[in-house]
């Protein structure tokens, strides 16, 4: 049986409701890449997060946290949003989100009205899986009748905003070894995107090559 838990340390950040208050006030750096808006974030408890921006939709590709080590040691960055980079910085190891290339690992992507799920490797028919949300856990339950397969789902937008995720906003489908579950996204939290990426245009960037952008 499959079962796998991301390290939820770098996320403890996210119980915070007043979403849009927390980012004004966090220290921020950005910069403008190959069509990106690339944004740091350096919170008051040592937390750190990095977004990436498409500019032509203003869709985020990727969100990463690192929190701050109580024993002065290096934290490795958490994936939330977006595929691992296969890089030296940020190995699939230091993301923790893919064990093998043969098990089952989950990736994450935000679309204009919909927040998606990607758990690779499932080779199993659409009838097998069960996707069903959790009121008590506010989180969203994957399993597969075969008992196969277990995993448990956050969702750190929703609870950002207060809101517990609706079993009535769930659909999933399955495809090349793939099962793709798709949370429609409730009007608050597509209100607070569109606040955050106001703000977000608003801060002084610079590009690439050229000296960094002045912290909020």
């Known amino acids: 049986m499959f079962s796998f838990h991301r390290n939820a340390g770098c996320l403890k950040i996210m119980s915070v409701s007043n979403w849009v208050k927390l980012i004004e006030e966090a220290e921020k750096t950005c910069l403008i890449e190959y069509g990106m808006r690339k944004v740091h974030y350096k919170f008051s408890k040592g937390e ?3 977004e990436e921006y498409n500019m ?3 869709i985020i590709n990727r969100r990463m946290w690192k929190n701050s080590s109580k024993f002065g040691g290096d934290c490795h960055w958490e994936m939330e949003i977006g595929e691992p980079a296969k890089t030296k910085e940020l190995s699939l190891d230091d993301v923790g989100i893919k064990e093998s290339g043969s098990n089952p690992y989950v990736t994450r992507r935000s679309t204009r009205n919909a927040l998606e799920w990607r758990i690779r490797n499932l080779p199993y028919p659409l009838s097998t899986y069960s ?3 959790s009121p008590d856990d506010k989180c969203i339950y994957v399993r597969t009748t075969n008992k196969k397969f277990f995993k448990k789902l956050t969702v750190p937008e929703l ?3 207060g809101i517990p995720p609706d079993q009535n ?6 495809k090349f070894n793939t099962l793709i579950i798709t949370y429609q996204k409730p009007p608050q939290l597509i209100t607070l995107e569109k606040e955050t990426m106001e703000m977000l245009k608003k801060l002084p960037s610079s590009e690439k090559g050229k000296l960094p952008c002045n912290p909020s």
């Open 48 to 50: 750190e997060m990095v």
């Open 159 to 161: 609870e950002r905003i």
């Open 56 to 58: 032509e939709t203003d």
């Open 169 to 174: 906003n769930i659909e999933f489908t399955h």
């Open 131 to 133: 996707v069903a949300v």
